[in-house]
């Protein structure tokens, strides 16, 4: 769906990425990590057009594109969601799903199409809201990200970008945004996520790549990989202090005679 080659952005002095590549299938979800400065969000932005590269090509569905706005972006099908979410609490959830785009009857809003829509598309996403008109100012943390994911989608969108869905959320509302991530990719859509939690990362990716320093640090496939690989592409370094606790986990755990398999040092994790 997505490809992006040799994509270059500074800043005046600051070469915030350098010849960076990504690949985005339909039905897949890849997670974009990285530390802090590495280059995620500014590589979201150029996708999205709110940064336009300044070197590098842009391929949409095979052919060569121009992104420079956000427009560029939506009419092409790519979505984004950013951390912020940008939704209006005083507004109900149909107003924050159609804000912007307003369906309009003989001049007048259609708030009975609307709200109809709202509900098909909820429904279609199996995401749990008590009411479509309720004000979202009164929505739980996950219940908004779940909103402001299916606002992304009133377009019909073939690639949605996420950006750190789950910071600040508890395990149930993370719970509740893994699972809509995973049926985005099961009705076909590709899914860019960012994000620092690799819980979250191995739990639904399909591939990761990694970003240091501005630039592509390997790519990896979930099931053939491993937190620590990760983590020593992102740090730069095979030994860290996440490694190293991680190791040292492990040998407490050969010394008390306990098996540690994957789903244990996850849970530990």
């Not at 598309?121 to 008590?130: A, V």
Request: glycine residues 10%.
């Amino acid at each position: 769906m997505l490809v992006l080659r040799g994509i270059s952005k500074r800043f005046g002095a600051v070469q915030a990425l350098s010849d960076f590549d990504l690949e985005v299938h339909a039905g897949e979800v890849v997670a974009l990590v990285g530390d802090n400065g590495a280059g995620k969000s500014t590589a979201v932005k150029s996708i999205a057009g709110v940064n336009p590269p300044d070197e590098g090509v842009i391929e949409w569905q095979g052919r060569p594109v121009s992104i420079g706005r956000p427009h560029d972006a939506q009419n092409l099908g790519i979505a984004t969601v950013y951390q912020d979410l940008a939704l209006c609490d005083n507004l109900d959830v149909v107003g924050n799903l159609f804000l912007g785009r307003e369906l309009r009857r003989f001049g007048v809003l259609d708030e009975v199409r609307m709200e109809q829509r709202s509900r098909e598309l909820l429904d279609t996403l199996s995401i749990r809201i008590p009411s479509v008109r309720i004000p979202v100012a009164s929505l739980s943390g996950g219940q908004r990200q779940t909103v402001a994911i299916a606002r992304s989608l009133i377009g019909d969108p073939k690639v949605v970008i996420l950006d750190e869905p789950t910071a600040a959320l508890g395990v149930e509302q993370t719970a509740e945004v893994l699972d809509l991530v995973e049926r985005l990719r099961g009705h076909g859509l590709g899914t860019i996520l960012i994000s620092h939690n690799m819980v979250d990362v191995m739990a639904v990716a399909d591939r990761i790549a990694v970003l240091r320093l501005g630039r592509n640090n390997g790519f990896f496939d979930k099931n053939a990989t491993t937190t620590e690989e990760i983590i020593s592409a992102i740090t730069g370094a095979s030994d860290s202090a996440v490694t190293r606790r991680q190791a040292r986990i492990r040998e407490e755990r050969e010394a008390r005679g306990e098996r540690g398999g994957p789903g244990r040092r996850e849970e530990e994790r």
